[in-house]
């Protein structure tokens, strides 16, 4: 029977995400930190950390990246990304983000229908989140955080394989690398708006 997300068992996911996750969240968010600096973005990356490696947590326990998560981060990252930009100092255009988030959107749907067994409808939703994030800091950050977790996917799919971890028809979750690839797109995105 599949796992059904609802509030409470994603708040009960929440709460047991432990010290490790913990560790890793507040490293995420100091490398944020120093390549964005003081630029009114900065907060709309802090706030993406907990829900995205919440979702990176459960998608590799049960390959699952559930709406009561995906589709109010992309709102949230949305309305922050917003504000940001008509505060002074912001390093990247809203309205570039809107269209990384419906060109990223439109690119992993199409694939979902090349390939159906190759993405799941979770990465489909995850994908415009990313694409806003991305897109921010223009569209040659858009597609190399884009191709980072696709390549990141790829290695690690190799790894497994040679291995012995995993055989050719062994699904692995690809919203973590998704969202692996769109943070080293924001950390090379936001020091090159710095310079």
């Known amino acids: 029977m599949p796992h059904r997300f609802t509030r409470q068992t994603v708040a009960m996911e929440s709460a047991t995400a432990g010290a490790g996750a913990a560790a890793l969240s507040a490293l995420v968010c100091v490398a944020l930190a120093v390549t964005t600096g003081p630029r009114p973005e900065l907060v709309a990356w802090l706030l993406l950390v907990p829900p995205a490696m ?3 947590r459960i998608d590799l326990a049960v390959q699952r990246l559930p709406d009561v998560l995906t589709l109010p981060l992309g709102a949230g990252t949305a309305v922050a990304l917003g504000v940001a930009a008509v505060l002074p100092g912001h390093g990247g255009s809203w309205t570039r983000a809107l269209l990384g988030a419906v060109v990223l959107g439109a690119a992993y ?4 229908l090349i390939n159906p067994s190759g993405l799941g409808f979770g990465d489909v939703k995850l994908a415009p989140t990313l694409g806003l ?11 190399a955080g884009t191709f980072a977790g696709f390549v990141l996917a790829a290695v690690t799919g190799l790894i497994l394989l040679g291995i012995g971890r ?4 062994t699904p ?5 690398f998704m969202l692996l690839g769109a943070l080293g797109g924001v950390l090379l995105g936001a020091a090159g708006a710095g310079v």
């Open 109 to 112: 749907f199409v694939l979902l």
């Open 172 to 176: 692995i979750p690809f919203g973590p």
């Open 166 to 169: 995993a055989g050719r028809k």
């Open 54 to 56: 919440l979702l990176a």
């Open 133 to 143: 994030v991305l897109g921010w800091y223009g569209w040659p950050v858009l597609f």
